[in-house]
């Protein structure tokens, strides 16, 4: 079956701008994740989403990160006025329930100029 | 390993050679332990995952280490390819806590 898939693949944008990343789960996962890899670093959680609770938000570096899932699916993350620092990839993944293996896409390698 | 600024911490061997990569986790609390590949410009894979109450789990040609006592965790890796060539990070998660935890990441090259 499909995997995770994560749209753009590249995003180039000019600082100051608003970009929206979209992650689309595999289907049947309710545990949905966002984070961020920096060049030649780990995986810095983001958010975190399961079924219809509240999103564990604890991960969000600043206001200017947003994300929400429609319809418990498709999640998009928003980054609001980008910054440099936010060149990054950023990696969704998602899971059965939470605790359990989690599958990852591709990411979308964000360039911030 | 601990990893310093742009550089982590390699690990080259012969193809052929066994790979033993290693990884201290801080939380005495993590019951659930992952280990992923990650190729250049790819998401990580998932390679093979052990509990807390276990201390050896074996897979095709991996096996991963548990030691709770001095809180590390091992990926050994039996007569290594250059398909094996990537990044390979251990994760920790605590029941009840919703995200995991990734370590550094360890570079794995291996040279025909």
């Known amino acids: 079956g499909a995997g995770v898939s994560q749209s753009p693949s590249n995003k180039v944008t000019e600082k100051g701008k608003d970009v929206e990343l979209r992650c689309d789960p595999i289907?049947?996962?309710?545990?949905l994740y966002w984070y961020r890899q920096s060049l030649g670093q780990g995986l810095e959680f983001l958010i975190y989403?399961?079924?219809?609770?509240?999103?564990?938000k604890s991960g969000l570096p600043s206001d200017r990160f947003s994300a929400e899932r429609t319809g418990g699916s498709v999640s998009t993350l928003t980054i609001q006025r980008t910054q440099q620092e936010d060149s990054a990839v950023y990696l969704c993944?998602?899971?059965?329930?939470?605790?359990?293996?989690?599958?990852f896409g591709p990411g979308t390698r964000l360039t911030v100029l | 390993g601990e990893s310093v600024g742009l550089h982590l911490p390699t690990l080259s061997v012969q193809e052929g050679d066994n790979s033993i990569i290693n990884c201290a986790y801080s939380?005495?609390?993590?019951?659930?332990f992952i280990w992923y590949k990650q190729e250049s410009g790819k998401g990580p894979q998932f390679i093979i995952d052990?509990?807390?109450?276990?201390d050896k789990r074996q897979g095709q040609r991996v096996t991963v280490l548990l030691n709770k006592t001095v809180k590390h965790l091992s990926l050994q890796i039996a007569a290594t390819q250059p398909g094996d060539s990537a990044v390979y990070f251990c994760?920790?998660?605590?029941?009840?806590?919703?995200?995991?935890?990734f370590g550094k990441g360890t570079m794995l090259l291996v040279s025909p």
């Open positions: 993944a998602s899971s059965l329930a939470r605790g359990n293996e989690q599958f």
């Open positions: 289907s049947g996962h309710t545990a």
């Open positions: 989403f399961q079924g219809n609770s509240a999103p564990d």
């Open positions: 939380n005495s609390a993590s019951d659930y």
């Open positions: 052990i509990r807390s109450n276990m």
């Open positions: 994760a920790e998660n605590t029941s009840g806590y919703s995200t995991l935890t």
